[in-house]
Nanobody
Framework: QVQLVESGGGLVQPGGSLRLSCVASGSIASINVMGWYRQAPGKQRELVVDLNSGGITNYADSVKGRFTISRHNAHKNTVFLQMNSLKPEDTAVYYC??????????????WGQGTQVTVSS
C-alpha cells in the first residue's frame, strides 16, 4: 500500500558530501514521521534522523552538525538527507522510513529498499 524509494547513495571520499532522496507513494492520507536509518555490517539498524509533521527533527549525536534532513517544499512525500563531512564510520546501508496513515485508516510503518553509502579513500 505504501512504497518508499531511496536514491543518491554511492562512494565518496572522507570529508565529502552526498544527498539522499526518499519518495513515498501509495495510499497515503498523511505522513506522521519520515526519517533515515542506517545499518553497518555486523551492527544493528540505528536512527540517523527523523522529521515529524510538525517540523521537529531528531538527530543521532553522531551526525549532528554534519547531516541535515529536509522536506520538499512542494511534494511533502519527499525527504532529503544532506550528508556533509562524511567519515568512514558513516559507511552503511541507509534506509528511509515513514509512519503514515492510509486512506482506509490504517497506521503503517514502511521501509525503503536501502541505498549503500561508502566513505573511503
Amino acid at each position: 500500500q505504501v512504497q518508499l524509494v531511496e536514491s543518491g547513495g554511492g562512494l565518496v571520499q572522507p570529508g565529502g558530501s552526498l544527498r539522499l532522496s526518499c519518495v513515498a507513494s501509495g495510499s497515503i492520507a498523511s505522513i506522521n514521521v519520515m526519517g533515515w536509518y542506517r545499518q553497518a555490517p555486523g551492527k544493528q539498524r540505528e536512527l540517523v534522523v527523523d522529521l515529524n509533521s510538525g517540523g521537529i527533527t531528531n538527530y543521532a549525536d553522531s551526525v549532528k552538525g554534519r547531516f541535515t534532513i529536509s522536506r520538499h517544499n512542494a511534494h511533502k512525500n519527499t525527504v532529503f538527507l544532506q550528508m556533509n563531512s562524511l567519515k568512514p564510520e558513516d559507511t552503511a546501508v541507509y534506509y528511509c522510513n515513514a509512519n503514515v496513515m492510509t486512506y482506509n485508516g490504517a497506521s503503517l510503518s514502511s521501509w525503503g529498499q536501502g541505498t549503500q553509502v561508502t566513505v573511503s579513500s
